[in-house]
């Protein structure tokens, strides 16, 4: 607008020059002597509304830019106070306004965006570069579809997370149908599809504790008795002590399985006391040695000196850690090592690192691990790390899973140093 206005201005100067010199020449040269006075009110009198009429333009136009600006102004508050991302796009996909959520989402803050196209600024932001591509795609769907479009995208952060955004795209058009232009709306929604999932996680939990109550004593009380003749019959019918010692594993196994559907089914009631965290993990590896040594796999144990004590149950904390380093020792190559940290990651809180070099987890059963019943072994029932999800909840602790694929997975769990007093 200022430049029309600058443009305007030095048309009317040059008019005038024009006008002032051109006039006075032909009333000098041709006009009558008798209407020399005559036509020179006129000449100012047209000159004067001419330039009257100009200044009432440039006026009304300086009016309808300030009108125009405090609504830009108005408008660019209040999509910048919105915690969504907001753009809005021309009928070509060039960017017209975005709000400052929207701009550092792509990285785009130092960037001039307006006047330009998705793929144009995939240029300024290489990290970015593809969702912008596919935001041009998506944005040809929506005017395809001459409708309002909803969808879920994922958008990577830098940090190596990802953020789920619930993003809407109204597409707009003129009276005869050609484009005019578009509005994209994303709300950020990864709290609320966590939260989502935590309460399926805590809902089959539930089930699962119900189910394990109303069965679990029923289950042991034969399981004792078979326990006990198949010993008495392999003590005394030697032929078959081989099949004994088979039947003997597998109600073992099966008495396994039902100790840790027990443990679902016991109330989160914790009576905690002061254990140091190293021994713990210390008397957890002495205990699973043999199975190392077994698998030809070496555990690694690193720690920090002085580490306090920490309020915990330390049975409950074998179990995790048993169910955890178990499970790192046979995922592990043979000749691998299993590696434990223990640190303090701050005054509050101690943490357990334990790495493994083996399989790895693929991205979708990591998005399902901890789920009861869901095991990637042959022989597994996805309970172990049921149980473990339960007994870090229970300490008000936190455990994190991260795993590639031929290279290894690391388990990180994070614990308080101190429990809310009751």
Known sequence: MRKKLGFYLLLYIVFSILWISTTNYFIKQYAPQQLYVTLTIVKEI??????GLFL???????????????????????INSMVDLVTFKDAEGRWIEANEFGLKLFQLENVDYRGKKDS?????????????????????EAWRNRKITRAEEIIPQPDGSSKIFHTIKVPLFHRNGERKGIVIIGRD???????????????????VGELAASVVHEIRNPLTSLMGFVQLLSEKDREYYQYYTIMKDELERINHIVGELLLLAKPNTISFTKANLKKIIYDVVALLEIQAIQHNVLIDVHYEKDLE??????????????????NAIEASIEGGKVEIYIRKTSSTSQSVLIKDNGCGISKERLERIGEPFY??????????????????????????????????????????????KK
Not at 120 to 140: G, H, K, M, P, Q
Not at 189 to 207: C, F, G, P
Not at 313 to 321: D, H, I, S, T, V
Request: glycine share 4%; aromatic share 10%.
């Open 189 to 207: 929604i990864t709290d609320l599809r966590q939260a989502q999932e935590q309460l399926n996680r805590t809902e089959k939990l539930s089930v």
């Open 56 to 78: 009432y333009y440039i006026v009304t136009k300086c009016r309808d830019y300030n009108t125009l600006h405090e609504d830009q102004k108005r408008l660019s508050t209040l």
């Open 120 to 140: 144009e600024l995939a240029e300024y932001s290489s990290f970015y570069r593809d969702a912008l591509y596919y935001c041009e795609v998506t944005d040809e």
């Open 375 to 420: 095991s990637s072994k042959e022989k597994g029932t996805g309970l172990g790390l049921t149980v473990s999800f339960k007994i870090v909840q229970a300490h008000r602790g936190k455990i994190k899973f991260d795993s590639v694929l031929k290279e290894g997975t690391q388990v990180q769990i994070e614990l308080p140093t101190s429990q809310p």
């Open 309 to 326: 004590e920490i309020e915990c149950e330390p049975n409950q904390l074998k179990q995790l850690f048993i169910n955890l380093i178990k």
């Open 46 to 51: 047209c000159y004067f509304l001419a330039s």
